[in-house]
């Protein structure tokens, strides 16, 4: 006869299984010491965070994404906060540290309400009618924007930039950031369109952040590969080869057997034939400008100079796709095919040796290319590390004017936006009958982590600068918000900060709210986690986060 009492396993022994309130208070943990991480970095006044890898390269950043990515994060819901970062990033290119810092904000105020014994269905149900409602009463909140409003798309990019190391350049940074943008936009009946990748970014290290140009054209890290060929071709006709200029080693060992001189001088002209005829057919082309993607041998080279070719090798791939849709030419992958119908063309095609560098350094110059719209921003910077974080407040800046442009739609930062979305929340809480009136003010409330955490971040009193806010909006001025870039001798004070240029796109803010409840709601709706581990390892803990905590 059988023991009823005998327990009965379904799962083998290396599974760890953490079930209800104890699953979700590890989850809601781990993402709360995500957004804890990042918080530090917020708004114009934040701190940086110097990251070593496993071989000791270091990224000195306070960019949220960068920081997220290069942390090794091994709890599963910490990862699915990295997530909604690399989402925010990939769609609307700036906002990522808004959107970690609000999920965390959001699971903190509804593990208080699973205190009080409301069902986290509840909450989720709660969260998402108050996610809905704040996407529209965002749309009321939003100012128009328009192409021809040049000095309001410069304070949008400005916005994107303070904090990012470019303090001290970023009026002469956000000039070159919304001139490449009005160059490379088009309008359609859609409305307006941006393609961002025809802006190239190349970076140089040398003179001052100051010194960053915008150079109507491509310009690529490489220079002329035999001292003899030209440094500069006017009119140019560019081949673009994915082959090498060399010869084909065999792929499995091969020995050539050779038993007199006269054989073996025979096999060398046969060698210098072959590259000989690859220049033919280069030359044949009417080709006077080579990129290739891979190798040029030696002798080809010499037989490239003295037919007066300029030749570069070994261009980045991505670099050859940016170079074909600028130039016209195709990219080609077999010598042979090449011919004049592949070439592209370039007004000017010049290698520019710059002074404080070794001779052997320089940079390419393709200029007058057959589209337009083809332009690269020079970054300058002292150190690698200061010119990585300039490219990264680019790109911020870049994002942010081109979603602009796009929806046409902007709000008041430093936190005003935030602020009055929570007033109007709360009023719309009022008449939801029922627990989901709980989680639609602890949505609400939630709002306020960014202008508390910009005025932590700047050394300010978070109280009175909440209980200062409020107090404007209650009095219907809904532009008002923390600028702590001001002169004020406190560090910060409360402006029109629309009107003071701290402006940010509508919709950087409606994907960080709607990343954030969808994140929130999820990780809420999880009462059991199941790890399996072939080692027969221990479920991951709240802070096991690479070492950072």
Do not use: W
């Not at 310009?219 to 071709?233: A, R």
């Not at 040796?353 to 970054?379: H, M, R, V, W």
Request: charge should be negative.
């Amino acid at each position: 006869m059988t023991n009823d009492k005998q327990p009965v396993y379904i799962l083998p022994e290396n599974i760890q299984r953490m079930i209800g309130r104890d699953a979700q208070r590890n989850n809601i943990l781990a993402a709360r010491l995500v957004a804890e991480t990042v918080k530090t970095t917020l708004g114009p006044k934040g701190m940086d965070k110097m990251l070593v890898n496993s071989v000791g390269d270091i990224t000195v950043t306070n960019d949220g994404v960068t920081i997220l990515d290069e942390m090794e994060i091994e709890h599963p819901a910490a990862k699915m906060m990295v997530e909604i970062a690399k989402t925010q990033e990939a769609e609307v290119g700036d906002g990522t540290t808004t959107a970690v810092i609000l999920a965390g904000r959001l699971l903190e105020n509804a593990e208080r309400l699973l205190d009080e014994k409301i069902h986290p269905t509840v909450i989720a149900r709660g969260y998402r009618i108050a996610a809905e409602k704040a996407q529209e009463i965002s749309k009321d909140l939003a100012i128009k924007i328009s192409p021809e409003q040049i000095n309001l798309l410069k304070q949008v990019s400005m916005t994107a930039m303070v904090g990012k190391g470019a303090e001290q350049a970023k009026e002469k940074l956000s000039d070159v950031v919304v001139n490449a943008i009005l160059q490379v936009m088009e309008k359609t009946e859609e409305g307006i369109k941006v393609d961002k990748d025809n802006i190239k970014l190349e970076k140089r290290k040398g003179e001052g952040i100051e010194n960053t140009e915008l150079i109507s054209g491509i310009v690529i890290d490489k220079e002329k590969v035999h001292s003899d060929m030209p440094s500069q071709v006017k009119n140019a006709k560019i081949a673009l080869l994915g082959a090498a200029v060399e010869l084909k080693n065999p792929e499995t060992d091969t020995k050539v057997s050779i038993t007199a001189p006269d054989q073996l001088q025979a096999f060398l002209d046969q060698e210098d034939r072959l590259l000989r005829d690859m220049v033919a057919k280069i030359k044949n082309s009417g080709a006077n400008v080579v990129l290739c993607q891979k190798g040029i041998d030696d002798i080809a080279q010499y037989y490239l100079a003295t037919e007066g070719i300029l030749a570069v090798r070994r261009v980045k791939s991505s670099d050859m796709e940016k170079l074909a849709k600028a130039t016209g030419a195709r990219i080609v992958s077999k010598l042979s095919e090449l011919s004049v119908k592949e070439l592209g063309f370039a007004a000017l095609v010049k290698e520019v040796k710059e002074q404080g560098f070794d001779s052997s350094e320089g940079l390419l110059y393709i200029t007058g290319c057959k589209n337009p719209k083809a332009l690269t921003i020079l970054i300058r910077g002292s150190t690698e590390h200061v010119i990585d974080e300039i490219e990264r407040a680019i790109k911020d800046g870049i994002g942010d004017v081109c979603v602009a442009l796009e929806k046409g739609l902007v709000v008041a930062g430093g936190g005003a936006f935030e602020i009055e979305l929570q007033k109007r929340l709360r009023r719309f809480g009022q008449g939801i009958r029922g627990r989901e009136q709980l989680a639609v003010n602890a949505f609400a409330d939630a709002l306020e982590v960014i202008p508390r955490t910009l005025a932590e971040n700047a050394g300010l009193d978070p109280i009175e600068i909440l209980t200062e806010l409020k107090a404007r909006h209650e009095e219907n001025k809904f532009t008002f918000g923390l600028d702590v870039s001001s002169n004020a001798s406190s560090g910060g004070e409360i402006n029109d900060t629309f009107g003071k240029g701290i402006i940010e796109p509508l919709e950087i803010k409606i994907q960080a709210l709607r990343s954030a409840s969808e994140v929130a709601i999820m990780i809420l709706r999880i009462d059991d986690v199941i790890a399996s581990s072939k080692s027969g390892g221990s479920m991951p803990p709240a802070g096991g986060m690479g070492g950072y905590d």
